[in-house]
């Protein structure tokens, strides 16, 4: 089972425990077996039902996830509660399968893991659904939205307080790099786009050098839904980037305060990224 919400503080000092980091448990093999989708800290009621409840996915390799991950989610939330239009009810982390083939790519079962622990113990919102990780074929963006929208949708959406439910409305959360690969030809099937940002939408958080406004007016279909489209701007801009972790673990340099501790233990215990697990890490 998921550990609690509740248990947030209590398990707090088990972050660096090296057995209890590192290791697979056997019920997390299940989970990824059996398909169980996470809901232990999906909210199961609105707050304020003036609001649109939305849940926020994050699709992306994760290999392995930093604190940019992390802050895109929050700054995402801050952009959300100034608005003032819609209510989150929850946050999830979609990695990418092993049929994706990206050069640093490791294998599902350790980037699942890493998000978990990831959100263990720093997060009361966030989740890791292994749907699309553990899928035999690699999955289009607009198809998970799709599953994310079915998990949670199935039975009505969320519960409002005169017992009726209300769809929830599932929202891509994304960098404003991913968001101008929409542009180029045959990256994105028109249907697709379609699908992610007339059907769902998108939370863009905007990264150095990157002008979402000015592509968001220039693209065709973007700019058709740019009601469903909420940009957030950077504030502390943070470039925290995957592939430069792997080069640091590859050269033996420290990533210490890169990504969270939790997730650092596990790299240097399963030998990720070209680690030696014999070796003391930086």
Excluded at 100 to 107: D, E, I, Q, T
Excluded at 149 to 165: A, C, F, M, S, Y
Excluded at 205 to 233: C, P
Aim: charged letters at 25%; one cysteine or more.
């Amino acid at each position: 089972m998921y550990p609690p919400t509740n248990v947030l503080q209590a398990t707090q000092s088990k972050e660096v425990d090296g057995d209890f980091v590192t290791r697979v448990p056997a019920q997390f093999s299940e989970r990824l077996e059996a398909g169980e989708f996470p809901r232990h800290r999906l909210k199961a009621k609105m707050a304020d039902e003036n609001k649109i409840p939305i849940v926020i996915v994050a699709c992306g390799s994760f290999s392995p996830p930093t604190y940019l991950h992390l802050r895109m989610f929050e700054m995402a939330k801050d952009t959300i509660l100034e608005d003032a239009k819609y209510e989150i009810m929850g946050g999830y982390y979609s990695p990418v399968s092993d049929r994706y083939k990206k050069s640093g790519l490791a294998p599902a079962i350790h980037r699942v893991r890493m998000c978990e622990l990831a959100v263990e113990y720093t997060s009361t919102w966030l989740m890791v659904d292994a749907w699309e990780a553990t899928q035999e074929e690699y999955q289009r963006t607009a198809i998970v939205l799709e599953h994310f929208d079915d998990e949670i949708n199935r039975d009505g959406g969320v519960l409002q307080q005169d017992g009726t439910r209300r769809r929830v409305k599932i929202l891509l959360l994304a960098g404003g790099d991913l968001i101008e690969s929409f542009g180029h030809p045959g990256v994105w099937a028109e249907e697709d786009l379609q699908i992610i940002l007339g059907e769902f939408g998108c939370i863009i958080v905007e990264r150095t050098g990157s002008d979402v406004w000015a592509f968001l007016l220039s693209h065709d279909i973007l700019y058709q839904h740019r009601g469903n489209v909420i940009v957030v701007k950077q504030l502390i801009y943070n470039d925290i980037s995957s592939t430069k972790v792997r080069l640091f673990v590859r050269r033996g340099m420290s990533i210490k305060y890169l990504l969270p501790n939790s997730v650092i233990q596990y790299i240097y215990s399963n030998g990720l990224y070209g680690h030696n697990p014999g070796s003391n890490p930086p």
